[in-house]
């Protein structure tokens, strides 16, 4: 018996900014809108992905952002994420590199830390 792997990473978001959440992970991030099961759909939200990586954001009638919690997403070419996450008005902030990896973070539309790492070596 043993767990795999992640099926996806789920995050809160207030009810009715859909289009603000598609800004971030869709535009800028660069991941796919893919379409939620009918029975999950009526509850508000979007589900997002690219390659292997998932995340679904699910509303939450009292929402608070997840400010420590977080995903981390490795990444290839960090530089180019931060310049085109502050392009569109999403700040990153840069943290030391550990383990064998460059990181960043920045918050989603609703205040939900993100971290995105690139392995060391690969500048």
């Not at 603000?20 to 800028?28: E, I, S, T, V």
């Not at 796919?32 to 954001?57: D, I, M, Q, S, Y």
């Not at 939450?60 to 180019?80: G, I, M, N, Q, Y």
Request: glycine share 8%; charged share 30%.
């Amino acid at each position: 018996m043993r767990l795999e792997r992640i099926e996806h990473v789920q995050l809160a978001m207030p009810s009715g900014e859909e289009d603000a959440a598609r800004g971030f992970y869709a535009d800028a991030l660069g991941m796919t809108e893919v379409r939620k099961p009918l029975n999950l759909a009526k509850r508000g939200g979007c589900w997002f992905e690219a390659g292997r990586v998932r995340v679904h954001l699910g509303v939450e009638t009292d929402f608070r952002p997840a400010k420590k919690a977080h995903p981390a997403f490795v990444v290839d070419e960090l530089e180019s994420f931060r310049a085109r996450l502050n392009a569109a008005g999403f700040a990153c902030e840069d943290d030391e590199p550990i383990d064998g990896f460059y990181r960043t973070y920045v918050s989603d539309p609703f205040g939900n830390r993100i971290e995105l790492m690139e392995v060391a070596g690969r500048r």
